[in-house]
């Protein structure tokens, strides 16, 4: 980058911010089930502490009862007995050099129904979520005014416990966002109707918490620019909303969407474009001249430093980018872009984790969560390890434990790196993922792994090495279906690599994630494509927002799905598929099976040698996705160091 306003301090508040950069507020599940903190979740904030980031915002943070939480293991600060906890954590940050806030919510109308299992949700109105399908009870003013309460104590609980400032949640459909609202607030009280009504809730809310914590504690507002759901938030409401509350807060956070936009908007997949949202900040930004403006939502460093330069924002949140490296703003500051590990907003680890209820984690970044068990340091006895093939799940594993100290010899078959992941990360909305590639590649060059390309290891030339430990890391192959013809067929790879063989109609066999992204691929440079698969949905391995992100802009080219088909011939004419006992023929002039990796199970026993420590890893045990090879990457060094119980 020419410049580097995003290394500029700022004033914000009482405080002056060393950066522009500060980490968005993201749910990790490492907290207690009553909310409380733990030492995984003060070890994660702290390294992105470490990191160089000028804030850390820690998330979602419930401030009534657990039932009022949004997942169903959310942080949470509504009890006097969680101050200790959360004195831990704002001490973590704060020792690591960047300024500790919290963000304060109640999750109303999306509020988690497992969290307290058979506990209402509540709202302005019986308006409910489509998203999460619970009708929620109109909530009586008295119990409006003890949440707004509610708000305030939680703010003041948090000043005890060493925090620099709150962020008051008004964002993404929870409670202060659904009063906000027109479209789940149908309010004819002094709580609803006009936009000032509507507002007095968050209004209320400021007042209460200034009240409780004074001018010299930072309160900052998230808020969703745009709900982009008929009849809902507009940037025109939210900038009237910022004017009316600048005076009161010390920055206006500008983030997207509510649950039912989730997928697009929200917390938006690769499919979708890096940096959609800015213009939502850059009009906020116009409105407001007292509070500081936050811009956020798939960025990288050099959208980030645009949106400074174009005076779109003061500030930049990076969330995930965080997550997949706490060390953003330092290699920022340093120049070192290359080594900045880019987010792929695959959403394996962090999405996934959330909707299962499990401890974040992240696809690039096995250490994402785990930063105590999977800490770096130098072995007391180097290692000779052998690592047999170069994808994503060797390359990992050789860059891992050369970290670790030990000795690395890299043997890879074909004359370049990256296994599948080469075509996998070939589309155009794969470029993050390309960069997740690439950035693997400079990690290695900078390393001192002994890489040997165009080298097929066999049993013999490992016992010649004399590894004193070996992963096997020689991925996968595309399955050959049982189906007659099917040699008429291209492989996916083929005609990723080479989409020119792509000609006239195409039809894909295999409707899973391979199949969909490469007809979304054929379908955005304007080939007519049809997904033949035999399950009841395409991508269903996916996790559910790329599910959705994914069926959309397949809506938006020209492409059928045929779903519950299964194909049992390739023609010369076509393919021949059945369907609920129907003989159905498709005429097209390319056909392309799609239909997953199997691992190369056979190579895999050719090179174990008895006696030998040895580990199978990546696509070479079974056809996986990234995060799997990651975490097995870390987990085989890990053993390897000898201190994995």
Known sequence: MSTCKLMEPIQVGSYTFKNRIVMAPMETRLCTPIGDTTPQMCDYYAERAKGGAAAIIVENTFVDSIASRSSISSSGLNSDHLIAGKYYLAQAI?????????????????????????????????????????????????????????????????????????EIHGAHG???????????????????????????????????????VGYEFLVGLRISGCEYVDGGLTIEDTTAIGKMVEDEVDYIHVSVGNYETMANWMISPMYRPEGAIVNLASAMKKAVTKAKVITVNALNPELAEKALENDDADLV??????????????????GRLEDVRPCMRGHEGCITS????????????????????????????????????????????????????????????????????????????KKAARGVLNWEKVQLEKSKVDVRMNTAATKEMIEELKPDA?????????????????????????????????????????GGLVGTETALMLGQAGKEVTIVEMREGIALEDEPLSQIALNTELSKVNTEILVNAKVKEVTD??????????????????????????????????????????????????GRKLFNCTSEAWLAVKKINGDYE
């Open 94 to 166: 704060k020792e690591n050099g960047a300024v500790a806030i919290l963000q304060l919510s109640h999750g109303g109308i999306q509020a988690n129904g497992n969290a307290v299992p058979g506990q209402e949700c509540v709202g302005p109105s019986a308006v409910a979520s489509k998203f999460v399908g619970r009708m929620p009870r109109a909530l009586e003013v008295d119990e409006i005014v003890a949440i707004e309460d509610a708000f305030a104590d939680a703010a003041y609980r948090a000043k005890c416990a060493g925090f620099d400032g709150v």
């Open 174 to 212: 929870y409670l202060i966002c659904s009063f906000l609202s027109p479209y789940t607030n149908k309010r004819t009280d002094e709580y609803g109707g006009n936009p000032e009504n509507r507002a007095r809730f968050l209004k209320n809310i400021i007042a209460k918490v200034r009240a409780k």
């Open 317 to 334: 949140a990076f969330g995930r980018p965080l997550i997949a490296d706490p060390y953003l703003p330092l290699k920022v500051k340093e």
């Open 354 to 429: 959330f909707f299962a209820g499990h401890p974040i984690r992240c696809e690039v970044n096995a250490q994402a969560g785990r930063e105590r068990e999977f800490k770096v340091y130098q072995v007391k006895n180097p290692k000779h390890v052998v690592v047999v093939g170069g994808g994503m799940a060797g390359m990992e594993a050789a860059r891992v434990a050369d970290l670790h100290g030990h000795k690395v010899t890299l043997l890879e078959a074909g004359n370049e790196l990256g296994g599948h992941f080469i075509e996998a990360t070939e589309a155009h909305f």
């Open 470 to 510: 070996l992963i096997i890391a020689v991925g996968s192959e595309y399955i050959v279906p049982n189906i007659l013809g099917i040699e008429k067929a291209y492989t996916a790879e083929e005609v990723i690599m080479d989409p020119d063989k792509a000609v006239g109609k195409v039809a894909i066999i295999g």
């Open 573 to 622: 004419s076509g393919i021949v598929y059945e369907s609920q006992g129907i003989t159905h023929e498709l005429a097209c002039d390319t056909v392309i099976a799609a239909l997953g990796l199997t691992s190369r199970s056979n190579v895999v026993d050719s090179l174990k040698i008895d006696g030998l420590e040895t580990y199978v890893i990546g696509d070479a045990k079974k």
